[in-house]
C-alpha cells in the first residue's frame, strides 16, 4: 500500500489531516471539531487527541461547505448607489446602523454597489446566487416592479423605497412629520416668506418633506409665497446651485427669511450660495436641514433627525427574522411597513427674522 504523501505547509489542513494526526477517521474529526453526527460514541481521550492535532496542524473549519450544510451563510447583503463626488453621509449612517445590528448577531456584511437602480434587476438576481441569506436595499429608486425578479429564495428588506415592495418589508422615517414640525417651528419664530428647496422629483421622500412644508403653512393658516419651491438632487451641489440659481431669479424682491432644505447636504449648499453674497446663518436667513448627519452635528445645523442608525439596525433585525424562519421552514409574515418617528434638532442656523428685510442684490 502506497504510503501517503506529506501534507505541504503551505496547504490548509483537512478534517482527514487531522483524522491522521490524532489515529481516528475523518468522521471521527468532524464530530469533534464541526458537531457532525457519528455512529459511535466518542471517548474523552479521543476527543482530546483530535484537538491537541487540530491545534498543532493550526486546521480551520471550512466555512463555505459548513454554511451549506447548515443552509446559513451568516452574512447579509446591503445594496445601494454609491456614485458620485460627495462622500454619501446618509448612506453611511445607514450603513453603520447594518454593520452594529450585523456584529450584535454574528453576521458577515457584503456592500453590493450599483450605478444606478436602472440596472437593479440583472445586478440583484447575481447577488442573490447564495453567497448572502438575506438583502437590504438602501434608498431603491425602482420605476418597476420588482417582485418579477427578485428572488423568491432571498428574504428581502428596504429602507426608504420610493415605493412599496410586494413581499418586502419596507423602513422608513416619518419624514413628513418632521418636515411639519420643523416648519412649524420657523412659522413661530415668525418666518413667513419660507424657501423650500427639496429633493429631486420622484423620490417618495422628497415628496412627504414637501408634504409636511404644506401642511404647515396650512395649519398656520398660510399660503407660501409664489415661487418659493424648487427641487434638486439631494447633495452639497443641487442646494448650492438651487439657492444661487433661485436667487439670481429673484434679484430686486425680498431675500426670503428662511430656507427649508430637503437634507443637510442641501442645507449646506444652500448656506455656502448665501455665505458667497455676504449673506448670514441665521442673522440674515435661518436654514433648516434634513437628517442630522455627521456634518449636521459638526456644523451645529438645525435639522430634522431621521434615526439613520436605528433603521439599519431594525433592518437587520427584520431581516434576520425572515431568514431564520425560511431556514426553519416555518411562516413569515412580516410587517409590510415600519415607520420609525423624527424629531427636531435645535441647532444654531435658525433664529426669529430679521425686522428690517433684505433685498436681493
Known sequence: MAEAKPRSRNKAATLADVGREAGVSAMAASAVLNGARSTSRISDETRSRVLEAAQRLRYRPDETARALAYRRMNTIG?????????????????????????????????????????????????????????????????TEDPSTWLSPHTPVVSIHSNHEIAGVVGLASDEEEGAFRAVSRLIELGHRRILHVGGPEGSTGADWRLEGYLRAHQAAG?????????????????????????????????????????????????????????????????????????????????????????????????????????????????????????????????????????TIA
Not at 87 to 115: K, R
Open 78 to 142: 446591503i445594496a445601494a448607489t454609491l456614485l458620485g463626488q460627495e462622500p454619501n453621509l446618509y448612506f453611511l449612517e445607514v450603513f453603520n446602523g447594518v454593520l452594529q445590528g450585523a456584529a450584535a448577531a454574528g453576521q458577515n456584511t457584503t456592500v453590493f454597489t450599483l450605478s444606478g437602480w436602472d440596472d437593479a434587476a440583472p445586478r440583484i438576481a447575481s447577488f442573490c446566487d447564495g453567497r448572502i441569506d438575506g438583502l437590504i436595499l438602501v434608498a431603491p429608486m425602482l
Open 222 to 358: 398660510l399660503t407660501p409665497p409664489p415661487d418659493h419651491l424648487t427641487r434638486d438632487a439631494y447633495t452639497f451641489d443641487a442646494g448650492r446651485r438651487s439657492m444661487e440659481s433661485w436667487l439670481q431669479r429673484h434679484r430686486n424682491e425680498e431675500l426670503p427669511q428662511a430656507v427649508f432644505a430637503g437634507s443637510d447636504a442641501i442645507a449646506l449648499g444652500c448656506i455656502d450660495a448665501l455665505s458667497a453674497r455676504g449673506l448670514r446663518v441665521p442673522a440674515d436667513v435661518s436654514v433648516v436641514g434634513f437628517d442630522c448627519t455627521m456634518l449636521a452635528r459638526t456644523f451645529h445645523l438645525s435639522t430634522v433627525r431621521q434615526p439613520l442608525q436605528q433603521l439599519g439596525q431594525k433592518a437587520v433585525e427584520i431581516l434576520l427574522a425572515r431568514i431564520g424562519a425560511r431556514k426553519d421552514d416555518a411562516s413569515d409574515d412580516p410587517p409590510r411597513r415600519v415607520v420609525l418617528p423624527t424629531e427636531i434638532v435645535s441647532g444654531t442656523s435658525w433664529a426669529p427674522p430679521r425686522t428690517v428685510p433684505l
